[in-house]
Nanobody, 123 residues
Framework: VQLQASGGGLVQAGGSLRLSCAAS????????MGWFRQAPGKEREFVAA????????YYSDSVKGRFTISRDNAKNTEYLQMNSLKPEDTAVYYC?????????????????WGQGTLVTVSS
């Protein structure tokens, strides 16, 4: 599976951005697609994930209620709509994927990674 992320940029606090990640290659059946982020000097952390087959979504506590993950089956693309952005959301965001059905995607080891896209939120 190849992943191509896009949509980062600079936004003021309280603003919105939408990230996209297009998947290609191996079948998307039983695929879980997610977003991670890594801020300067910090470890990479889970942000959100979606199970491709049934659309179930998962979020970290830090973004729940502000971010929404979704998918477009026809375009093989996942999206991360980020609202009410805060300076602490500043990070490089990575899309990732793994073929796995059962379990909590927040705990999965992801096999496929896209290139990062930088999100900068100014105060």
């Amino acid at each position: 599976v190849q992943l191509q992320a896009s949509g980062g940029g600079l936004v003021q606090a309280g603003g919105s951005l939408r990230l996209s990640c297009a998947a290609s290659g191996r079948t998307l059946s039983n695929l879980v697609m997610g977003w991670f982020r890594q801020a300067p000097g910090k470890e990479r952390e889970f942000v959100a994930a979606i199970k491709w087959n049934n659309g179930m979504t998962y979020y970290s506590d830090s973004v729940k209620g502000r971010f929404t993950i979704s998918r477009d089956n026809a375009k093989n693309t996942e999206y991360l709509q980020m609202n009410s952005l805060k300076p602490e959301d500043t990070a490089v965001y990575y899309c990732a994927a793994v073929h796995k059905w059962f379990g909590d995607p927040r705990l999965f080891d992801y096999d496929y990674w896209g290139q990062g896209t930088l999100v900068t939120v100014s105060s």
